[in-house]
C-alpha cells in the first residue's frame, strides 16, 4: 500500500510516500481502507519530535513511521473479536487508544484502529468532513461538556475560535444552549459567525478580559491567569488547552507544560479551574455523541483546505503558516 512514512524527526521534508506492506490487524482492531485523514498539532509534534522532553520515549525517530491519528474511511476486515463492525461499514475515528504523541498510521491507504476509537460514520458528514472531527473535536467535547460544564443560559467565550478545537468548541457550546463569543486574530474571523458564534471579537482590535462570562475556553493560553480571572463569573470556570503555535513560540524543550502545570496546582483550591482527570478517555462514547450532533445538523466540521497523500508535506507546511481557519484534511479518494 502507499503511505507516508518518517524516518527521523524533523520538518515536513523528512516525510516520504512509499510502498510498505499493510498493517496487520490484531484480534481487537479494524482494518480501514482511508478515504480520507486529518491533520493536527500533536502530528506537527511527533514530526518534529517537540518539545524535546517527548523524545525520552523514543529518542532518534517515532516507534511507528507513518504519522496521522484521525480518519475516516471503509473497513476492510476485522479482527475476531471484534463484534461492532463488519467490512463495507463507513467509519470514523482515531488509530491510538489514548491520548498520546504517537505516529498512528492513519496516513496511509490501510490503517488498523482499535475497535472502541471507532463509530460509524453519519450520513450527513463526508469522509472529508467526518475525518476532521475525532481529535479535535474530543478535546472541544471534554472541554466544553466535561470541564466547563456548558449549560442553556451560559455566556461562554472561546479564545482562538477559528483552529481546529475552537471552531468545534463554538459549535458545541452553541449545542449545550450558550450564548458564544468567538475571540481570534484578523483575518479568521469571517467564518464564526456561519457556525453559530453570536459575537466576533478581533484579539488585537479589543480585550476580550473587560468582558463577563460562565467559561472560558482558551486555545492559545495567551493571558495571565489574573486578567482571565477578572472576567469569570465568581462561579465560572476556565478550561486551558493551551498551544504550541508550531514552534513560533521557542518552548522548544517543555513545550506549553509550563503554562498548564501552575494552574493545575491552583486547581487543587481554585474552584474556578477545573480539576485534572487523569482517566483513560472514554473515545467511545464522545465519538458517539459527536456523530450524533453532527447527524442532527448541529456540529459541520469547517474544512480550511484538503491535499492528496503525496502532499502531506505541504499540508503540514500550510499548518505551521497559521492561515488555516478549521482543519486540514488529507483526501485519498
Ligand atoms: N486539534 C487537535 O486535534 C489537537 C490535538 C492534540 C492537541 N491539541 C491541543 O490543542 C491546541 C490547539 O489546537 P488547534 O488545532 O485548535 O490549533 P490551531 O488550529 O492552530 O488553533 C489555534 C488558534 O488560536 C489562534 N490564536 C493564536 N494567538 C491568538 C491570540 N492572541 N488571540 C486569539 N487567538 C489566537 C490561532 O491563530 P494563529 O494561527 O493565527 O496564531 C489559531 O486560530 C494544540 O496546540 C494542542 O496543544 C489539539
Known amino acids: 500500500m502507499r503511505a ?4 527521523r524527526y524533523g520538518g515536513p521534508e523528512v516525510l516520504e510516500v512509499r510502498e510498505i506492506d499493510p498493517p496487520v490487524v490484531a484480534k481487537d482492531e479494524v482494518l480501514v481502507r482511508v478515504h480520507a485523514a486529518s491533520i493536527h498539532p500533536d502530528v506537527w509534534h511527533v514530526l518534529r519530535g517537540r518539545p524535546y522532553v517527548m523524545r525520552v520515549m523514543a529518542p532518534r525517530r517515532p516507534r511507528h513511521p507513518v504519522p496521522g491519528i484521525d480518519l475516516a474511511g471503509v473497513v476492510e476486515a476485522v479482527g475476531p473479536e471484534v463484534t461492532r463492525f463488519e467490512p463495507g461499514d463507513a467509519v470514523f475515528g482515531e488509530t491510538v487508544r489514548g491520548f498520546q504523541w504517537a ?7 490501510l490503517a488498523t484502529a482499535p475497535e472502541d476509537a471507532l463509530v460509524h460514520k453519519p450520513e450527513r458528514l463526508s469522509f472529508v468532513e467526518a475525518a476532521a472531527v475525532p481529535t479535535s473535536g474530543l478535546i472541544a467535547l471534554q472541554s466544553v461538556r466535561d470541564q466547563g460544564r456548558v449549560r442553556a443560559g451560559h455566556e461562554v467565550l472561546v479564545n482562538g475560535a477559528a483552529g481546529g478545537v475552537g471552531m468545534f468548541a463554538v459549535q458545541l457550546a452553541k449545542a449545550f444552549g450558550a450564548t458564544v463569543t468567538a475571540v481570534d486574530v484578523a483575518g479568521k474571523l469571517d467564518r464564526l459567525p456561519a457556525i453559530g458564534a ?8 479589543e480585550d476580550f478580559t473587560l468582558g463577563h462570562y460562565d467559561v472560558i475556553v482558551d486555545i492559545p493560553g495567551n493571558r495571565r491567569y489574573a ?3 477578572r472576567a469569570l463569573a465568581p462561579d ?19 513545550g506549553s507544560f509550563p503554562s498548564v502545570l501552575p494552574l493545575l496546582a491552583r486547581s487543587l483550591f481554585d474552584r474556578r479551574l477545573p480539576k485534572p482527570d487523569f482517566a483513560a478517555p472514554q473515545k467511545r462514547a ?9 447527524e442532527a ?8 483546505r484538503t491535499f492528496p497523500l503525496d502532499e502531506v508535506a505541504d499540508a503540514i507546511r500550510h499548518l505551521e503558516s497559521g492561515r488555516v481557519q478549521g482543519k486540514v484534511v488529507i483526501a485519498l479518494t
Do not use: C, K
Not at 505516529?103 to 491507504?109: L, Q, T
Not at 488547552?241 to 518552548?251: E, S, W
Not at 445538523?297 to 480550511?304: M, N
Open 4 to 7: 507516508v512514512v518518517q524516518s
Open 103 to 109: 505516529n498512528g498510521g492513519a496516513f496511509a491507504e
Open 198 to 205: 453570536d459575537r466576533v471579537i478581533d484579539a488585537g482590535q
Open 227 to 229: 486578567e482571565i480571572r
Open 236 to 254: 465560572g470556570t476556565y478550561v486551558l488547552i493551551a498551544h504550541d503555535a508550531y514552534g513560533t513560540q521557542g518552548r522548544r524543550w517543555l
Open 286 to 294: 464522545a465519538m458517539e455523541t459527536l456523530a450524533d450532533f453532527a
Open 297 to 304: 445538523g448541529r456540529l459541520t466540521p469547517v474544512i480550511d
